[in-house]
Nanobody, 115 residues
């Protein structure tokens, strides 16, 4: 099974930027899509951005125009560039790989947006 490991979280001021990376232990094309989700305590995990094997991308309305998902197939990484961060972006961010009924998850990385 392909393992996923996130990195790049931290504390940032409102309006700032962060770049999250997800490193896969195998080919990212093992999955039909890869995505970033986020979760705050007491709420359901929500989809932030997804990139499909064919290259199509989609985003949650709340992050459109601010976040960008990309991939590097040579390095087997998926990246989430987050700009113009807002306090409401504060959450634990999780990398996800999806194939059929199977989902693989990373351990999560915390993003805190605060002055």
């Amino acid at each position: 099974q392909v393992q996923l490991v996130e990195s790049g979280g931290g504390l940032v001021q409102p309006g700032g930027s962060l770049r999250l990376s997800c490193a896969a232990s195998g080919s990212i094309f093992t999955f039909s899509s890869m995505a970033w989700y986020r979760q705050v305590p007491g709420k359901q995990r929500e989809l932030v951005a997804r990139i499909f094997r064919v290259g199509t991308m989609n985003y949650a309305d709340s992050v459109k125009g601010r976040f960008t998902i990309s991939r590097d197939s040579a390095k087997n990484t998926v990246t989430l560039q987050m700009n113009s961060l807002k306090p409401e972006d504060t959450a634990a961010y999780y990398c996800n790989g999806h194939l059929g009924v199977l989902d693989s998850w990373g351990q999560g990385t915390q993003v805190t947006v605060s002055s």
